[in-house]
């Protein structure tokens, strides 16, 4: 019994350890921060054209907005990386939404750096709640296009 405790608490540690070292170390690290800021700039630009339709969340200059979520990608890898290396199983029990309060802050932060402006805190929240969705349906897009492509023949 004791025996097995300790196995998966070095497996635990493990796995703690390799994400903390293997999330900026592995070969495709470049790659993934390009399709990173990519679905950031994409999951973005859809979100303000979808609440610009029905009711402006965010007003301000569109090449500006374009400078916020490449930004925005750059920090959100950081901060995932933090969070996953101190706090791994609580992010996974919490299936991601122990990131939200971080998006938030971030989103509301960034502003203050650019021609960018939210209607109101409540407009952050509707805003980063419905960029985590689109941006979760685009992974999902470019996952299944990677799956396809990368089956053999």
Avoid: C, W
Wanted: glycine share 6%; hydrophobic share 50%.
């Amino acid at each position: 019994m004791e025996k097995q405790q300790n196995r998966q608490k070095l497996n635990e540690a493990k796995l703690k350890f390799a994400v903390a070292i293997g999330y900026f170390s592995h070969t495709n690290f470049f790659l993934n921060v390009l399709i990173a800021a990519f679905v950031s700039v994409l999951a973005g630009v859809f979100s303000v054209g979808i609440s610009n339709t029905f009711y402006p969340l965010i007003i301000g200059n569109y090449v500006h907005m374009i400078y916020l979520f490449l930004v925005y990608s750059f920090f959100e890898l950081l901060i995932k990386y933090f969070l996953y290396s101190f706090s791994f199983q609580q992010v996974l029990k919490s299936k991601g939404f122990m990131l939200l309060p971080n998006e938030i802050l971030l989103f509301y932060g960034l502003q203050f750096l650019f021609d960018v402006e939210f209607t109101g805190f409540l407009s952050v929240i509707g805003f980063v709640m419905m960029f985590r969705i689109i941006s979760g349906g685009v992974n999902y897009i470019l996952n299944s296009i990677k799956k396809y492509f990368s089956k053999e023949v």
